[in-house]
C-alpha cells in the first residue's frame, strides 16, 4: 500500500482529537473557552483597553479566528491561517509583563472552564508555550521591554 502525505496528516489529525477527546476536549469546548476567556480579557482595565484599541468593532471576527487558532493548536483542525507575530508586533502598549497578565487570565479561565485536569494543563502547557514565542518575538530573549524591529 502507498501511504500519501495526505494519508499521513489525516493520521496524525486523527491521533490528536482522540487524545483531545479523552480529556474532554472538542470544538464546543474550544468554543466555550475563547467565548470566556475572551468575554474576561473585554472587562479586565488592563488588557480590557488594549484589546479594544487593536480590535475595534470586529470582536466577532476576532473572536472566529481564535476558535479557529485553539481549535487548530488542540485539535489539529488545520483551519488557522494568520500571522500571530506580526500582528502582535503592532501592538505598541503591550509590554513583556502583559504576557504574564495574559497567562494569569487564561488559567483562571481554565479553571472555571476546562472539562477536566489534563484538559486545564494541556492547554495552559499550550498558552506558556504561544505567549513565550510572542514574548520573545516581540521584545528578544531578555524580555527588555524593548521592541525588537
Known sequence: M??????????????????????????????????????????????????????????????????????????????YSGEPIQAHKKLVEVQPWHFDVWLEMFEETLKDTAPTPEAAACFMEYAVQIAKGLRIAMYGAGGSGHPVA
Open 2 to 79: 502507498n501511504t500519501t502525505h495526505l494519508d499521513i496528516v489525516g493520521e496524525r489529525r486523527a491521533e490528536v482529537q482522540a487524545k483531545a477527546a479523552a480529556m474532554g476536549v472538542d470544538e464546543a469546548y474550544v468554543s466555550e473557552l475563547v467565548n470566556a476567556f475572551y468575554s474576561r480579557i473585554r472587562e479586565d482595565r488592563l488588557l480590557g483597553p488594549i484589546f479594544d484599541d487593536a480590535i475595534r468593532d470586529r470582536w466577532g471576527y476576532h473572536l472566529e479566528k481564535m476558535k479557529d487558532f485553539w481549535a487548530t493548536v488542540a485539535l489539529n483542525a488545520g483551519r
